[in-house]
Every structure is written in structure tokens, then in C-alpha cells.
């Protein structure tokens, strides 16, 4: 019998490019798909194998290109489609694959279907959107939208409210209805036909709503409520997704992974077991959100390395052989990890270093976000006028008005949170701009840009750029990365963030020191004579089975079942 092929994402690596901060082809500050076409031999020497673009399609950039206003046509800040056409020809070329960004719970309320449905209440597109009557001359329920504000926003015309959980531009499509979801199936085939390999489906568990709307918990403080058990894995998801690849994916040979805010490890299972025919791996925020309170994100409280360590255990461990893992720090949606988990300081080489260590050598399809790979970090603007977000502009508004802060607060939780930090733009090099575009760009650089730049990370060796090229190659090098069970070692350490990988040919011991101060560790039985295959760092200190870890040291000791 014939073995069965690994598929081959389970071996890739994904770089995600936000092409509005990737790189700028023009000089009109905004980055392009020219730009992309242009970097794409730097992807390659990394050794990544994916490129997953953040939405290039036509939008009125209410949220950044998340806000659709045609699904068959390129942003023209972007470039053309002839210029998408070469793009994917010239990463084809080079063995890389292009994933586009599927944002089908909304669109753009000037999207045809939208604006149609608002000047013709008897249209058949009313139907493509989700309406509702005022509820005792109120709105049909008090859900608080992902952006601040209520979900419902009353359409002056007819009466009736229309939901977006997002911006008040981003009305959400209503999935009961089966003609609208035969015309999502046939925009991805759209794309399929092109020759894309695979998408990234935002909030795309978001898609079916309870269809009583229940009033959701009052939020304190304010006077809206949480609907989020009401729209988050609804009722008809699976059946929705399951509709999806029986109607387009499973026609093409094609990576999928869906972003599932609020999904649980149970949810991930439901969504990437193979047997299920949905996706193939989800995006989940349990680590991200560490530190969330009364006020989400903003209230960027402290996090223990404990609570980390249980987290990504417990969903390395329980999607282990029922589905599959996606494994991020960044991405467009989170401040620098460098910034968030490591030491962004004086030890920012050592911890981004670590950082990635302690990622690649985890089951699953790693993601790296653009400049991650050569250690940016968080920028600190100024002013709020300075930040671009809606989502941060919302949040300065709020935490204002409704709680009190004040504005170093403000700054403060922006500095640490917002979506901003990981979309001011890729610094190339120390020229003017940061080698980014030779006009103004859209939103402001980091200053340290003279000194974090891809040119000098790549001209350094020992930089946090070579370490990532070392560290996927050598991932790529061992099928146990791939296949291999994970055990978390001493979950209550403090600061060592310790595991095993483990298959019947060999045993990796990954450890990734979280500390700015000199610790130890000791090792397992097996493993003190074993072999260091990978180290952050150019020092080496074990004795009598017990490693001396500098500060966010990162170690890969090799050991083969025998030697235990």
C-alpha cells in the first residue's frame, strides 16, 4: 500500500504581508503589489514558502482594506490586476505560493450589493445583508460591535437596522441565505481559476448568527451588552463550511486556515479534523489575549510565562493527530512579539532569537509576520493623531469618555497594544524612509529604524534574520517537528519555557529562557550529553546535566529514544 503524502502545508512556513506597510513601488507612501514583486527574492533567501497577503481587493479603507467594495478587483493604491497576474507568475517562479485574505462575514456598505439593498428595500440583495425592526423603538438587541458601539445601526430610510459587528462600513452578509452563499463560493472560484493556493478566512467563525438574537451579559461601565455567545461558532458554521469545501475547496489543491476569535481547542477540532471536511487549521487568541480585562486588550495587564506555557501545551497536545496547529506571535491584528513576549530593549536580538526557537520547533504551520523576522518592535507615537487604526482611534475615544483615562494612559496602552505597531512599514534599510518609499508615507515610521533594517540584519550573521533562516531550515530538516508528540516540561517554572518533541526515531529537547536575568536549567536524564543543534547565543555553558541559560537563551538539544 501506498504511503500517504504528508500535504504539503504541513511542511510550509507562511510569511504574511500587509502590502499597505510592505513596500512602496511609487512614491505615493503606500505600499503595492509592484512593491511585493520587487521583495520577493528576500522571502526566498529566508526560506519561507507562503505568502499570505492582507486584502489587496477594492475598498474605501474604512479598516485598512478589511471593508470590500468588489471581490474581482484590485485596491488601485495596489496596482492592477495585470500587476496581481505577474505577481503570482513571478512567486510561482520562485517555488513560493500566494494565500489571499477571504473577508466574506462583511463586506464594504458601498459594495453593489449593499448599496442596492439600502435604495431598494424590495430588492433580492435586502436579503444579502441582515435586517431588523426596532425593538420597542430600540434597537433590536445592545450587542457592543468588535470596534466600540453597538452592532445595529438604524437605516433612516426604511426604519429597520442593519448589524456590523465591525465598523459601522462593514455590514455583516447574511449566510442564511443560500443565493449569497453561492455568490462567495463563486469569488473564490474566481480566484482558485487563477491559480491562488489557498486562503486565510477572516473572522470566519463569525459567519452564523443565533437567529433569535438574544440579548447578551450587560458589559460593566457601559451601557451595551456581550453578544459575542450569540455570533461566535453559531449555529450553522459547520454546515456552512462543510457547504464551502464540498462546493470550491476540495476542487483545488489549496491551504485554508481560518482566524476564530473566541474558538476554544474543542472549536479547532470541529474545524481542522480532516475527517470533518472544513478547514485545515484556525487562528486562535487564547495567547494573545493574555492580559485582557475590563477593558479588552487595553487593559494590557501582566501575564505569567505559566499561563503562556498551559496554553500553547494544551493545544499542542489535544489538536495532536484530531487536527492541526497554526503557531503565531505577530500578525497584522497584534503589537510587535518581540515588544509583547520578549525584551524589546537591550536584549531585543536574544529574545526575538528566542522567540522563534521556541515557535518553529512547535507542531503545526508556523506564521511570521513581516519584520518579525528581523526583530521590529513597537513604535511610541507622540500623539493619537498619529495612530491610524480605527480600532485604536475608537479605543482613545472610549477610554476617554466612558472610563476616565487620561492620555498618557492612552499612549501608554496604544504603545503596548494597538493594531498600529505592527503596521507602520517594513524598514529596509537605514536611508531616508527606511527604504520604504521615496514619498510620505500613510502612517509614520518607527525612529529606530537607522538601526533595525533588513539590509543590516542580513549583512550580520548573527542576526535575528539568519537565525530565523537557520532555524526554518533546520525545522524543515526534522520530520519530528512535523509528526512528533509535544510534552511540556515543568509547566510551573517561572521562567523556562521547556518541551519535548518526540517521534520513534529521535527526541528534541526545546528551551526557551524568558528572563533578562541568568538562570539554570536541568536538563532530562537523556539529554545531558546530548547534542546542541540549535543556540541563540554564541555561549554554551552545561554542567553535570544542568544548563546555565543567559539571559532569553534558547536551546535545541538532540537525543535519540536509546539514550534514555
Not at 456581550?226 to 458554521?237: D, E
Not at 494612559?409 to 494597538?418: C, N, V, W
Amino acid at each position: 500500500m501506498q504511503e500517504a503524502q504528508t500535504p504539503w502545508w504541513q511542511d510550509a512556513v507562511v510569511y504574511q504581508v500587509y502590502p499597505r506597510s510592505f513596500q512602496d513601488s511609487n512614491g505615493d507612501g503606500v505600499g503595492d503589489l509592484r512593491g511585493v514583486i520587487s521583495r520577493l527574492d528576500y522571502l526566498k533567501r529566508l526560506g519561507v514558502d507562503v505568502i499570505w497577503l492582507s486584502p489587496i481587493f477594492q475598498s474605501p479603507n474604512d479598516d485598512n482594506g478589511y471593508d470590500i467594495s468588489d471581490y474581482r478587483a484590485i485596491m488601485p493604491e495596489f496596482g492592477t490586476m495585470q500587476d496581481f497576474d505577474e505577481l503570482l507568475a513571478q512567486a510561482h517562479q520562485r517555488g513560493l505560493k500566494i494565500m489571499l485574505d477571504l473577508v466574506v462575514n462583511h463586506s464594504s456598505d458601498e459594495h453593489p450589493w449593499f448599496v442596492e439593498a439600502r435604495e431598494r428595500p424590495q430588492s433580492d440583495k435586502r436579503d444579502y445583508y441582515i435586517w431588523k425592526k426596532p425593538v420597542g423603538g430600540d434597537m433590536p438587541t445592545h450587542w457592543q460591535a468588535f470596534f466600540g458601539g453597538p452592532v445595529w445601526q438604524k437605516d433612516e430610510a426604511s426604519g429597520e437596522y442593519y448589524l456590523h459587528l465591525f465598523s459601522v462600513k462593514q455590514p455583516d452578509l447574511n449566510w442564511e441565505n443560500p443565493a449569497l452563499r453561492a455568490e462567495v463560493y463563486d469569488l473564490m472560484r474566481f480566484w482558485c481559476d487563477k491559480g491562488i493556493d489557498g486562503f486565510r478566512m477572516d473572522v470566519i467563525n463569525l459567519i452564523s448568527k443565533d437567529p433569535h438574537y438574544p440579548e447578551g451579559e450587560p458589559l460593566p461601565g457601559s451601557p451595551l451588552t456581550a453578544g459575542y455567545p450569540f455570533f461566535m461558532n453559531g449555529p450553522r458554521v459547520h454546515e456552512y463550511l462543510q457547504e464551502m469545501n464540498r462546493e470550491v475547496l476540495s476542487h483545488y489543491d489549496l491551504m485554508t486556515v481560518g482566524e476564530t476569535p473566541g474558538a476554544s481547542v474543542e472549536d479547532a477540532r470541529r474545524y481542522s479534523g480532516p475527517e470533518r471536511r472544513e478547514l485545515q487549521m484556525v487562528f486562535h487568541f487564547e495567547h494573545v489575549g493574555l492580559g485582557s480585562g475590563e477593558q479588552g486588550k487595553w487593559t494590557n495587564a501582566t501575564w505569567t510565562l505559566p499561563e503562556l506555557k498551559k496554553i500553547l501545551g494544551r493545544w499542542q497536545v489535544e489538536l495532536h493527530g484530531r487536527g492541526w496547529n497554526s503557531l503565531y506571535w505577530d500578525n497584522h491584528d497584534q503589537p510587535r512579539a518581540v515588544s509583547r513576549f520578549g525584551n524589546d530593549a537591550e536584549h531585543r536580538v536574544a529574545s526575538a532569537k528566542m522567540l522563534a526557537t521556541v515557535l518553529l520547533f512547535m507542531q503545526g504551520t508556523p506564521y511570521i509576520y513581516q519584520g518579525q523576522e528581523f526583530g521590529m518592535t513597537n513604535v511610541a507615537f507622540e500623539s493619537v493623531d498619529h495612530y491610524r487604526d480605527l480600532e485604536s482611534l475608537n479605543a482613545a475615544r472610549d477610554l476617554s469618555a466612558v472610563y476616565g483615562w487620561s492620555q498618557p494612559q492612552i499612549l501608554s496602552s496604544l504603545h503596548a497594544m494597538s493594531r498600529d505597531n505592527a503596521r507602520t512599514p517594513v524598514q529596509w534599510d537605514a536611508s531616508p524612509n527606511a527604504g520604504f518609499t521615496t514619498g510620505t508615507p500613510w502612517i509614520k515610521l518607527n525612529p529606530n529604524f537607522p538601526d533595525i533594517n533588513a539590509e543590516a540584519a542580513e549583512a550580520d550573521p548573527d542576526s535575528v534574520w539568519h537565525h530565523y533562516r537557520r532555524t526554518i531550515a533546520l525545522r524543515k530538516s526534522l520530520p519530528v517537528v512535523r509528526e512528533g508528540t509535544f510534552g511540556l516540561l515543568d509547566a510551573e517554572h517561572p521562567t523556562v519555557f521547556a518541551y519535548l518533541r518526540d517521534d520513534a526515531h529521535i527526541r528534541l529537547l526545546v528551551i526557551g529562557h524568558f528572563s533578562a536575568q541568568p538562570g539554570s536549567y536541568v536538563l532530562p536524564d537523556s539529554f545531558g550529553d546530548g547534542e546542541v543543534i540549535s543556540n541563540n547565543l554564541p555561549e554554551l555553558e552545561i554542567h553535570d546535566g544542568e544548563v546555565i541559560l543567559r539571559p532569553y537563551q534558547a536551546l535545541v538539544i538532540r537525543q535519540s529514544p536509546s539514550a534514555g
